[in-house]
């Protein structure tokens, strides 16, 4: 039973296009993060929600919308994609200041 | 942000003890030490982590200095599935992970 899934694993799709990402974990966790791994393999912390509230936007171009509709899920929303979006996105949760349990992520990869 | 420094790679031959250094001489008294890896194409995972005293589990051991400026993951028997890379993050609370490069960790039959 996977405790951090996210759907989809790989996603193509054309510059211009609107796409989203889902996450849920069964995990009973109150933080819920998504992350970016560019090709140079960088992660970068993009949100942070704590109990469906966002807790910490970093630079993150305002294209990119997280939603929490519940404690269990993040979804992150992008909009009018662009070649640079092209990334592998993690999502993550966590207990307050426990250790963060990852998705196996999803392969982003816009024409 | 409190940062660390580790080298970019590291080799291990099979079945020996692998010492993975991290330095972070500008950590605060409520950083902890974390250590994540990230295998091959998946998403990282939790080593080990710890505030002032080592720390063992059944992945690794973490050997913390004395005035906490370095620490070290001791891997007691590396395999091949060990190859990844591995990450030292400072954590203050409920503050998200900042990932480093990490050090790429190979692992030789």
């Known amino acids: 039973d996977t405790a951090v899934s996210q759907t989809p694993k790989y996603l193509v799709t054309q510059m211009g296009n609107d796409k989203s990402i889902k996450c849920e974990q069964n995990l009973g966790h109150d933080t819920m993060y998504w992350y970016k791994q560019d090709s140079k393999k960088f992660l970068k912390i993009m949100f942070s929600?704590?109990?469906?509230?966002?807790?910490i936007n970093e630079t993150v171009p305002n294209r990119f919308s997280p939603k929490s509709p519940d404690k269990a899920h993040l979804n992150l929303h992008i909009n009018s994609l662009e070649l640079g979006d092209s990334a592998v996105y993690f999502c993550?949760?966590?207990?307050?200041?426990?250790?963060?349990?990852f998705g196996e992520g999803s392969r982003l990869t816009v024409l | 942000d409190a940062k660390t420094t580790q080298p970019n790679s590291m080799e291990s031959n099979e079945e020996e003890p692998v010492h993975l250094p991290c330095n972070h001489s500008t950590i605060s008294g409520t950083d902890y030490i974390h250590w994540y890896r990230q295998l091959p194409s998946q998403g990282p995972e939790y080593v080990i982590h710890?505030?002032?005293s080592n720390v063992n589990n059944r992945m690794a051991s973490l050997a913390i200095a004395e005035d906490r400026k370095s620490s070290t993951l001791i891997l007691h028997r590396a395999t091949l599935r060990d190859a990844a890379v591995y990450y030292c993050?400072?954590?203050?609370?409920?503050?998200?992970?900042?990932f480093g490069k990490g050090t790429r960790l190979s692992v030789i039959a």
């Open positions: 993050i400072l954590r203050w609370g409920n503050t998200p992970l900042v």
């Open positions: 993550a949760s966590s207990l307050p200041a426990g250790e963060l349990f």
């Open positions: 929600y704590n109990n469906k509230e966002l807790i």
């Open positions: 710890g505030l002032t």
